[in-house]
């Protein structure tokens, strides 16, 4: 009776060990499916035999870990990448140069020293200034423009993360059910770790695993996203990323990784930061030309009044032609010093004194728009290089999961093969033993 009941337990295991196998073959197409193998032991009965002890996904922590954090570093990169590149295109576009601006206006200057009575040319001085801040407030506008498509893409993956979160928050409480009740939980741990991939392209995570089999997930900074069958929900205003847990509320920067990361850094470290240099840009220009200007005088032998007028709380948007100014009004004429110690015009209407104070202003500037452009370039070529990195080390952690986790179509067909022989002699000990029982009986 030990025969067969060891070939039984035998047959058993084996037929477990097929289906195992042929669930792996069936699934080897299944983005996310992690292959199973069936673990026997001996069993403790006095009549021996043997069982399949659990059925077990082959997987690795450390590999998936490696995964999901190189993922979160690409989606970082790419997503900052993207804003990079549309900053750096619209201030380094040759229709919107800051120095062909300026260059028009330099142009407009010297060729009115050649004849400071002109009102022609001092028109044209006029005419290429306002060619100058048209071409701002298109510069400006398209800049505005990103900052209100980040806040609504930002505003798009807050919704997404929050999905996220509370879909593996769900899986979490099927899991702790399931382990509960002794049902297998591979589909559901399969299931859930693509939400987490899915959940580090969203944003950086750390995760720890509870003794019930759930798992809670945090930011990179702590801020909780997942506390076992709970979700936190990620809301944006403005630019601004937080989240909301059990009543308490955490404030996310750019060090969250992932696309909220990369989000919130091009908008902290390249927008922001673009627009604060144009304006004090334009600042320093319109300061540097209307300065030069009241020192000179114009027709009419009144002090130099200003070319540009801004509001300082943002001059980039806000700069614009003196509506005061005409073309007679504008101060070539030099000016001295009388004898009485007053500044007084120095010169008549052909005089030009003033046209060097004035162009030497405008060329004071030359270098800083020059700056800004080269550092935008610099910046995108290091932030792509760090991209192609990160994908080349997500593509490694994909693989090295694959080849631990993923399924071999020849390994489990000699699987098969291998369970299909045990099948077939335990079958045949349990013949052999038939034989046996039946030759003992016709001996009696």
């Known amino acids: ?53 659990s059925v077990d996904r082959i997987v690795d922590a450390f590999l998936n ?13 790419q997503s900052k990448q993207t804003y990079l590149g549309y900053v750096e295109e619209i201030v380094g576009t040759d229709s919107l140069n800051f120095n062909d601006a300026v260059g028009q206006i330099t142009n407009a200057f010297n060729a009115a020293a050649s004849s400071p009575d002109s009102n022609a040319y001092r028109q044209q001085i006029i005419s290429s200034s306002e060619g100058l801040i048209q071409d701002l407030a298109q510069m400006n506008g398209a ?9 609504l893409e930002m505003t798009n993956l807050a919704s997404n993360t929050s999905s996220t979160a509370q879909q593996i928050a769900d899986v979490n409480q099927n899991i702790v059910k399931a382990i509960a009740n002794k049902q297998p939980t591979a589909e559901l741990k399969d299931k859930r770790e693509q939400l987490i991939t899915e959940l580090s392209s969203q944003i ?36 601004e990323v937080s989240t909301s847990l059990k009543g308490q509320s955490f404030t996310l920067n750019d060090q969250v990784g992932g696309k909220f990361g990369g989000l919130i850094s091009a908008d902290s470290q390249v927008i922001q930061p673009t627009l604060e240099k144009l304006s004090d840009l334009v600042k320093d220009f319109a300061d540097d030309v209307n300065t ?15 070319l540009f007028t801004y509001n300082v709380a943002n001059p980039l948007s806000s700069i614009e032609i003196n509506p005061a100014i005409t073309p007679e009004k504008i101060a070539l004429i030099g000016g001295e ?10 010169g008549g209407r052909g005089d030009n004194a003033n046209v060097a104070n004035i162009i ?15 550092d935008l370039g610099i910046a995108s070529k290091q932030n792509q290089n760090s991209a192609t990195t990160s994908e080349v080390l997500n593509s490694n ?26 099948y077939s002699a335990n079958a045949k000990v349990i013949t052999t033993a038939d034989q046996v029982f039946n030759t003992l009986l016709t001996m009696f």
């Open 65 to 77: 870990d490696d995964i999901w954090r190189t993922q979160s570093d690409l989606s970082y990169y």
């Open 360 to 374: 030497a202003a405008i060329q004071s500037n030359d270098d800083d728009f020059s700056v800004l452009v080269g």
């Open 204 to 239: 950086g995570i750390a995760i720890t695993e509870r003794d019930d089999g759930s798992l809670d997930i945090s930011t990179l900074s702590g801020a909780p996203l997942v506390i076992g069958t709970s979700a936190a929900t990620v809301s944006v205003a403005g630019t």
């Open 1 to 53: 009776m030990s025969m067969i009941s060891n070939a039984m337990s035998g047959l058993n295991a084996a037929n477990v060990a097929m289906t195992v196998a042929g669930q792996n073959v069936a699934n080897a197409a299944v983005d996310g499916y992690s292959r199973q193998a069936a673990s026997f032991a001996t069993s403790n009965s006095p009549l021996g035999g043997v069982y399949v002890n």
């Open 292 to 306: 030069a200007l009241s020192e000179g005088f114009d027709l009419n032998g009144d002090a130099g009044i200003p």
């Open 397 to 422: 952690a994909v693989l090295a999961r694959d080849s631990r986790s993923g399924v071999n179509l020849d390994e489990e067909a000699a699987n098969l093969l291998h369970f299909q022989q045990m």
């Open 337 to 346: 010093f009388d004898a009485g110690g007053n500044w007084v015009a120095a």
């Open 143 to 151: 800049l505005s423009a990103q900052i209100d498509k980040l806040s």
